[in-house]
């Protein structure tokens, strides 16, 4: 009889495991892609360089897991928000001329009260062998972001790429980024 209970107890817990999972993954999907492609154009110390920036979009992060992401940076700062960055799901790619490319973990958008929609991409940033053998500066900057702000007017697009973030709180209370190199400036947006 007991172990009759504990078999049923194991399999109710499966079925709600597969029906919450079922139920997230169908909210988070997109019908369809999305592709975003762009060019990336260095400022200050990196001015007259470009890149091609290609990104896809499968799915959208959902409320919770940005809740989730809020509070692993409070209790942990940058490294609580990069582990946690590390353990999501993958919601997309993005690729810059010269990279592999490596999955984005969080991306939201956002209505904005003028019409427009900004989106919002967060992940951790991929290290390169020779930045963690020689342990450089740039290993603790481990977090790459984008935005990107859609108008109304469907021909008005802007965009700047975070390479290598570090978040912090200052003394305010109040999330600071920290740069590792000049953020880049997205033009010529293409979205399909």
């Known amino acids: 009889m007991r172990r009759l209970m504990n078999i049923s107890l194991v399999i109710a817990s499966v079925v709600s495991v597969v029906l919450m999972t079922s139920t997230i993954s169908l909210a988070q999907k997109l019908p369809k892609k999305i592709y975003i492609q762009a060019q990336a154009m260095g400022t200050s110390t990196q001015m007259g360089r470009s890149a091609s920036v290609t990104l896809i979009i499968e799915q959208l992060s959902t409320d919770e897991e940005r809740a989730g992401l809020i509070e692993a940076f409070q209790q942990k700062g940058n490294e609580g928000l990069v582990n946690a960055l590390s353990k999501m799901h993958s919601k997309g790619r993005m690729s810059v001329t010269g990279t592999l490319g490596y999955d984005v973990a969080y991306i939201k958008t956002f209505q904005q009260p003028d019409g427009s929609t900004v989106l919002r991409m967060v992940t951790d940033r991929p290290l390169r062998f020779g930045e963690v053998w020689s342990d450089s500066r740039s290993s603790d900057y481990n977090v790459s972001a984008i935005e990107i702000t ?18 912090k709180m200052n003394k305010e209370n109040q999330l600071e980024l920290n740069l590792f190199q000049n953020p880049w400036k997205l033009v010529n947006i293409m979205k399909r």
């Open 150 to 167: 859609i108008s109304k007017d469907k021909k008005k697009k802007t965009g700047t790429l975070y390479p290598a973030v570090e978040l």
